[in-house]
Every structure is written in C-alpha cells, then in structure tokens.
C-alpha cells in the first residue's frame, strides 16, 4: 500500500482559462467551465451487461437507456445508412433480454448483446447522439476504440469523432495504438476546419519500469508514427 502511494504525483494540478480548478493543495474543486460531464467507454462489450464489479459500466448503460430527444439527428442518420445499415433504439418489450435492439434496413430486428462489437461501437455513439447525452461541455473518454472495428469502420469512427466536435462541440480523450486512426483524425479534422481543436500526445517510458511521460505533439505525427515502426521492427527479427 505505502509503495504504491509513493508513486502517487506529488503535484498535480488542472487550470481552465489560466484558473486553476484541481489542484493536490486544495481541499475543493471549482466548477470547470468547458467540462461538465464526462463519459468513459473502455469497450463495447459492457452494452446490456450487468456487472458488479464495473459499477461504470452500469452508469453508462443507464446513460445509454435515458429517454430524451435531440436536436442533432443528421449525425445519428449518417451512423443508420452509411455505416451500420441499421438503427438502434430502446426496446421495452419482453422478447429481448436487454432493452437495447438492433433494426436492420431488411427490417430483421436483432438484441444488441448479440451483435458484432463493431456494431455496438457505433450503436453507443448513436444512442448518445438520440437522447441528447452530448453537448459541448461533454468529455468522451474512449479507451482504444480501433480495436473492435475493421478497417474501413476504423475511418467511420475517426469521421464520427471530427463530426461529433464540429457539429456538437463535445470533446475527446482517445487512447489509440492504431496509425490509421491517428492518420484519419489529423486528416479529417483539416477538411472540416477544426484542426485546430486538435492536440495529439505520445506516449513514453520515463526512467522507472512502468511510468509513462506524455509529451504534447500539437498536430505532428510524425514521432507517433515512429513509436509504431517498432511493429516492423519485430516482424523483420522474428521473420527474417
């Protein structure tokens, strides 16, 4: 236990407009401004899964489930025809063993727990997008979201995320080991002039097993690019 608060930051603090609004010296936290809400996706597979253990993954299903209109309904339709072919919604009917139902355009209906998890990566998006969860003082946290999508799905999601803060202005924290998702959110992000928006952050070891220091790249990724040539680097050793 003492080892493991000994590795605990001796500093930290969080400023907002120059103000500081988090801070290891006060015994309160201001009211952030820019963010008020906060949702964290580690995976897909916690859709209409009940977990004790994961108390998180509870909330955000019960996030998932809230009943609310919005306003932003051309993000939603671009999710149901060009990249699932299908709709998502809440189901209240005894037939499913969730709430959360999968509408195919053929018009087969599907429980949700029963789909691709690729298909649930974007049908957590979706339902965010319908009752009104996402505005522009809501931070996504989304832990490697390539990891459950095909290829050319990994660039829809990149798309959504660029579209998401455009056209919404909510904001993302994305942990992402994949080049083509970095590649396709700098790229996307300069089409639809929001490059600005965009800071991206590399991962590496500091001196001692285990710890990392992030350093700020802003747009460049060319350094994100290297760390991922280590990849090559393997298969040359181990296939030559």
């Known amino acids: 236990m003492f080892s493991r608060m000994e590795n605990l930051p001796k500093v930290f603090d969080v400023l907002e407009f120059e103000d500081q609004i988090v801070s290891l010296k006060k ?67 005894s037939d499913f063993l969730s709430e959360f139902a999968y509408k195919r355009d053929d018009g087969s209906i599907f429980n949700l727990l029963d789909c691709a998890t690729g298909i649930k990566s974007f049908a957590i998006l979706q339902l965010l997008i319908k009752n009104g969860s996402l505005n522009d003082k809501t931070l996504l946290i989304i832990d ?38 970095v590649s396709a959110i700098k790229y996307i992000s300069e089409k639809e002039q929001v490059s600005d928006n965009l800071n991206f952050y590399l991962a590496e070891k500091a001196d001692k097993n285990y710890l990392f220091n992030y350093r700020l790249l802003g747009k460049e990724i060319d350094p994100i690019f290297e760390s991922f040539n280590i990849a090559l680097d393997r298969i040359n050793q181990y296939g030559s």
């Open 27 to 93: 015994d309160y936290l201001s009211i952030p401004y820019l963010i008020q809400n906060v949702i964290y996706i580690d995976t897909p597979m916690m859709i209409g899964v009940d977990d004790s253990v994961n108390e998180y993954w509870n909330d955000l299903n019960e996030l998932l489930s809230k009943k609310g209109n919005s306003s932003f309904s051309d993000i939603s339709k671009t999710i149901s025809k060009e990249i699932i072919h299908g709709d998502v919604s809440i189901d209240d009917s």
């Open 144 to 181: 490697e979201p390539e990891s459950n999508l095909h290829p050319q799905w990994i660039i829809e999601y990149a798309r959504l995320i660029v579209l998401l803060n455009k056209i919404i202005g909510a904001k993302f924290f994305i942990a992402s080991h994949n080049p083509d998702m």
